[in-house]
C-alpha cells in the first residue's frame, strides 16, 4: 500500500501503533479494603482481572464517579465514566470507582487514567441480569493502572462506605507489539483545511477481510490513484489504520496524539468499512439522528457530509437508508474529538430487512453478509455492483470536499480559527503528528 502511494507521489508516513501481543496473569489479583474497616473480596468470584490490565499494586482511597445508586430501573442507562466531564474533582492517585452502563469499559478506563486515577473498578450496573462480574477481555490497556471488573455487591458497598481504603493489585505480564497505519497525503493543497479519508488494513484472524475490509482499502487506494494529479485545493489524507478490528487501535492512537491545531484543521473525516456486501443496503451514517433511533449525532458538519453522498446516489436514482454512529469503526475517535464524520456502509452481520429487500433487492432475513469474520470472506464474498456504485460515489465526495468545504463548519472557529490559520505559512506542510 504504502509502496502504491509513494509511487503515485503522495507523502507517504507508516505511524506506529502499539497493540497487546501477549499478556498473562501470573498470580490472583487482591481488593481489600483496608480502612475504615477491613475486609477482603474473593478473586475470580468476587471480582475479576480486566484483561489486558497492567501490572500494579496500589493502596488509595477509592473515589465514586457519577454513580447512579440505587440503580436506574433500567438497565444499561449509567453514563459513569463515560465522558472526561465525570472526572471534574476526581483527586488524582484516587482508586476511581465506575458504574457499568451505556459506554464501552474501554472508555470508561482511558477517562479515569487520564484523570490520574492510580487503579479502577469498575462494578456491574445492578439491575437484574447485570450483578455478577465475570472474565472479561476489553482490549484496552493504556490507562496504564490496574483494573478489575466486580460484582453490584461490591462496587455498591465501597460506594456506601465513606473514607473507603482498598488495596488493588494485579500481577500481570503485558507485552506490546508495534503495527503501522500508514497515511498518504497530497502534495497539492492548504494544509489549514485537511479532508481526510480512511479504511481499516487489518481482517480478523478467522478470515482473509476482502470485504471487511479489502473493500474499502481498496476503493480509498484507487480514489488516490486517480486523483494523485489532481491541484486540489484542500489537503487530502488518506489513512489506512492498523488495528481496528482489536478496538479501533489504529485511528484511535493517531487522533490521541494529534495536538488541537492539528485536529482543528482536520476538516472532515469520511469512512468507508465494508462498502461491497453481498446482501449489500447503501447505508449513509447519519449525521443528525434524523432517523430517529435516538442513536448520538455527528458533530456539526456530519449531516451535511451525509447529504452530499446522498446527492450522489439520487443523482444516479438509487435510494439510501441511513445507518447509525454506534462506534464500531474508526469513525468513532473522530467524532470523539468533534471532527464531522460521514461515510457509506453496505451492512454486517444483521438481518437484512424487508423493505430494505423492496429498495435495493437482495433478501430479506438474511445477514447483509453472511461471511462476515468468517473463513468466506474471500474475493468471491464481493458484490461488484455495490462496489462499483459506492468507489464512485467515494470517489466523488474525495473530490468534491478537495476543492470545496463551504458546507462544513471550521472547527478552529470557536476559539479563533484567524489565530490557528496565522500560525502556519499557507504553503507550509502539515505533519499531522
Given amino acids: 500500500m504504502a509502496g502504491k502511494l509513494r509511487k503515485a507521489g503522495y507523502r507517504v508516513t507508516l505511524d506506529p501503533i502499539n497493540f497487546v501481543e501477549s499478556w498473562a496473569e501470573n498470580s490472583p489479583p487482591v481488593l481489600n479494603l483496608t480502612a475504615p474497616t477491613s475486609k477482603s473480596y474473593v478473586p475470580n468470584e468476587d471480582y475479576f482481572t480486566f484483561r489486558p490490565s497492567p501490572a500494579g499494586d496500589v493502596t488509595a482511597q477509592v473515589q465514586g464517579v457519577d454513580l447512579v445508586l440505587p440503580p436506574a430501573p433500567n438497565a444499561n442507562t449509567s453514563t459513569s465514566g463515560c465522558e472526561a466531564s465525570d472526572f471534574v474533582g476526581f483527586v488524582a492517585g484516587r482508586i476511581a470507582l465506575i458504574q457499568r452502563g451505556t459506554c464501552p469499559f474501554a472508555t470508561k478506563v482511558r477517562n479515569a487514567g487520564r484523570a490520574g486515577a492510580s487503579g479502577v473498578i469498575v462494578f456491574n450496573e445492578g439491575q437484574p441480569g447485570r450483578t455478577e462480574a465475570f472474565s472479561l477481555d476489553i482490549g484496552e490497556w493504556r490507562g496504564g493502572v490496574p483494573m478489575v471488573f466486580a460484582d453490584f455487591a461490591v462496587g455498591n458497598e465501597l460506594a456506601s462506605t465513606p473514607g473507603a481504603t482498598v488495596r488493588l493489585k494485579v500481577d500481570a505480564t503485558l507485552v506490546l507489539g508495534t503495527d503501522h497505519n500508514v497515511i498518504a497525503e497530497s502534495r497539492f493543497g492548504d494544509p489549514r483545511d485537511v479532508v481526510m479519508v480512511g479504511a481499516h488494513l487489518d481482517s480478523v484472524p478467522e478470515g482473509p477481510g476482502v470485504n471487511d475490509n479489502g473493500s474499502g482499502s481498496a476503493a480509498i487506494l484507487e480514489t488516490a490513484l486517480q486523483m494523485r494529479h489532481f491541484p486540489v485545493r484542500n489537503k487530502v489524507r488518506f489513512a489506512f489504520w492498523a488495528a481496528e478490528e482489536i478496538g479501533l487501535l489504529g485511528s484511535g492512537q493517531y487522533v490521541d496524539e494529534l495536538t488541537e491545531q492539528q485536529r482543528d484543521r482536520i476538516r472532515l473525516y469520511l469512512n468507508f468499512d465494508m462498502v ?32 452530499q453522498l446522498k446527492a450522489f446516489f439520487t443523482g444516479r436514482g438509487l435510494p439510501t437508508v441511513g445507518t447509525d454512529f454506534d462506534g464500531r469503526s474508526d469513525y468513532g475517535p473522530f467524532i470523539a474529538a468533534g471532527i464531522p ?23 430479506a432475513g438474511i445477514p447483509y453478509d453472511p461471511c462476515y469474520h468468517q473463513a468466506c470472506d474471500t474475493i468471491a464474498n464481493v458484490n461488484l455492483t455495490a462496489l462499483d456504485v ?26 479563533s480559527a484567524a489565530t490557528v490559520r496565522a500560525a502556519v505559512p499557507a504553503a507550509a506542510a502539515d505533519a499531522a503528528r
Fill in 390 to 415: 459506492n468507489s464512485d460515489a467515494i470517489a466523488d465526495s474525495v473530490a468534491r470536499y478537495a476543492f470545496n468545504l463551504r458546507s462544513i463548519p471550521d472547527q478552529a472557529a470557536g476559539a
Fill in 276 to 307: 461491497a456486501s453481498p446482501n449489500y443496503a447503501y447505508k449513509l451514517y447519519d449525521g443528525d439522528d434524523s432517523d430517529g433511533v435516538g442513536a448520538p449525532a455527528g458533530p456539526a458538519g456530519s449531516a451535511e457530509i451525509e447529504q
Fill in 341 to 363: 464524520a460521514g461515510g457509506i456502509f453496505t451492512g454486517a452481520e444483521q438481518p437484512k430487512t424487508a423493505a430494505e429487500a423492496e429498495l435495493f433487492g437482495g433478501t
